[in-house]
């Protein structure tokens, strides 16, 4: 049964938000209607500017933060948002003794695809430069930023570079084309987004690119190879359609996924754990996720030592 919270976090989602957002062309307007509330981080987490590979972004690190750092690049349509935005997430994943590294990717119309997809790669690169190793990475992402780390991984592995252990993806924003039925399904029941503007929204990156480029949109790539993934995604989405076909299309290139589809909840509900049940349910269930991912890779490595 989804909490009090999660119905109550609609209603002002769909009053702050989405009747605002509804129709706009203006990305600086979009930006601006986007922009999370301030959030405080616990005194316990330890923020810190950073550079990995040129690319700006922080560190983000807990009063346990173990070896394992996760790579989390935040959403807001590839033209919106950033690490501080989005330290809610990135403090939830640090308090789970995860070193997380968020960076600020260069965002669009000023900078379109692929610059996010080469900052995303340069940034896991540099990671690698600095003697962490891929099986103790792992990536995290929502809506765009969801769609950004398996972009990444894709390229990573066009490259033949080392993949990470795992990747956990909520609500990603994996079809540009937006040729979803939830577009239209769940363009009403939708908190955040009217179904008529995620196209619109998407011409901010893409510019002249066809939407279906792979790299842009994750749904249209052959997504074999890729490591294990879990999807968390709420029902009521207009986003709904990029994780359930996400999810089919990674199974059927022999894929390790796990779906888990949430009832009620908004889109990036992940953003207020201090206030959503569910948003503190999703981060904690992704750690224990990508945890396991880690222990598993570890545990490879080991048997391949000794064979």
């Known amino acids: 049964m989804a909490s009090f919270q ?14 605002r957002l509804r129709g706009v062309r203006d990305y600086r307007r979009a930006r601006a209607i986007l922009k999370p509330d301030p959030y405080k981080v616990p005194d316990s987490i330890r923020v810190t500017a950073a550079q990995m590979g040129g690319v700006p972004g922080e560190w983000v690190e807990g009063p346990k933060t173990g070896e394992t750092v996760l790579l989390y690049f935040h959403g807001g349509g590839y033209f919106g948002c950033s690490a501080q935005t989005h330290r809610p997430i990135t403090a939830g994943f640090a308090l789970q003794g995860f070193r997380v590294y968020a960076p600020d990717y260069r965002l669009a119309p000023e900078n379109r695809f692929p610059a996010a997809v080469d900052d995303a790669v340069v940034v896991y690169r540099a990671l690698l430069d600095a003697s962490h190793l891929p099986q103790s990475i792992v990536v995290a992402g929502e809506s765009a930023g969801g769609g950004l780390a398996l972009s990444m991984m894709l390229a990573l592995r066009a490259a033949g570079t080392p993949l990470p252990a795992g990747a956990a993806v909520f609500s990603p924003w994996t079809d540009l084309a937006a040729t979803g ?9 939708c908190a955040m987004f009217s179904g008529d503007d995620i196209a619109p929204t998407a011409g901010y990156y893409l510019g002249d690119t066809d939407p279906r480029n792979p790299l842009a949109s994750p749904l249209y790539a052959d997504l074999g190879g890729l490591p294990p993934l879990l999807i968390h995604v709420g029902v009521d989405e207009v986003l709904f359609d990029d994780s359930t076909r996400l999810a089919e299309r990674a199974r059927a290139a022999g894929v390790t996924v796990e779906l888990k589809i949430w009832p009620v909840v908004p889109h ?12 503190r349910q999703s981060l904690r269930e992704a750690g224990e996720f990508l945890r396991a991912q880690v222990a598993k890779a570890d545990s490879s490595k080991v048997k391949m030592s000794y064979a």
């Open 268 to 279: 990036a509900w992940q953003l207020a754990p201090h206030l959503i049940p569910e948003g």
């Open 6 to 19: 999660a119905y109550l976090s609609v209603w002002i989602c769909k009053w702050r938000v989405k009747r």
């Open 181 to 189: 039925d939830s577009v239209r399904t769940n363009a009403d029941r």
